[in-house]
């Protein structure tokens, strides 16, 4: 168990449709990663947060936000979704925003799109 | 164009052989990392290099910065080691990420 806690396990939803994901980093950890996994295009990254500051940004795309809360908790929102769109979203969290820091993965969220 | 290869893209190994996995990549980096990605889905992050080389029990890691490439060795392979083995670096410039395709690894008893 890595500390990360990712809710919901799954989640299923019509095209068009808005959600939202929700990440709890591991306790002390400042720093929040969004990553996207497909079938057809693998691992990528999404966006990066720090003690509640946008810190780096990947392919996010515009129908897509994510923010960090005070209590450092992070919600990805995914809107008028598509087919493609369906995906495992994992979030990690790291102590510090730096590249030195280990990441530690929460088990994702399964988003299925029909 | 793929900023992060890895090498091979398959392999079956049997229990108790040493098994090595390639990465090179084309961008300037901070940070190079190794992921453990299990049959379940779940990803352990299983090494964070910038230089050198790290051990953990049966796993070793290796970058070379010069030659923008690493290698994820593991010595005396269990069935337990079965997973796909992802790289992925930090860039450098504007610190985003990349990631390769990873490797399959099946550890055969």
């Known amino acids: 168990d890595s500390g990360v806690t990712q809710t919901p396990k799954h989640l299923i939803t019509a095209t068009g449709q808005r959600v939202t994901l929700r990440c709890s980093p591991r306790?002390?950890?400042?720093?929040v990663y969004w990553y996207q996994q497909s079938l057809d295009q693998g691992l990528q990254f999404l966006i990066q947060y720090y003690n509640g500051e946008e810190r780096a940004k990947g392919n996010i795309l515009e129908r897509f936000s994510a923010q960090q809360f005070p209590d450092l908790h992070s919600e990805l929102n995914l809107s008028s979704l598509e087919l493609g769109d369906s995906a495992l979203y994992f979030c990690?969290?790291?102590?510090?925003?730096?590249?030195?820091?280990?990441?530690?993965f929460g088990p994702g969220t399964r988003l299925t799109v029909t | 164009k793929n900023e992060v290869e890895q090498s091979p893209q398959n392999l079956t190994a049997q229990e108790g052989e040493f098994i090595t996995i390639n990465c090179s990549y084309s961008v300037g980096i901070s940070a190079l990392h190794w992921l453990q990605q299990h049959p379940g889905g779940g990803i352990v992050s299983l090494f964070m290099l910038s230089s050198g080389k790290k051990k953990h029990g049966r796993l070793i890691a290796t970058i070379n910065i010069q030659e923008k490439h690493s290698s994820l060795h593991i010595t005396a392979s269990h069935p337990r080691d079965s997973a796909v083995y992802i790289c992925?670096?930090?860039?450098?410039?504007?610190?985003?990420?990349?990631f390769g395709t990873g490797t399959s690894l099946t550890v055969i008893p």
């Open positions: 990690a969290s790291s102590l510090l925003a730096g590249p030195s820091y280990e990441q530690y």
């Open positions: 992925a670096v930090r860039w450098l410039l504007g610190n985003q990420f990349y």
């Open positions: 306790s002390g950890d400042l720093s």
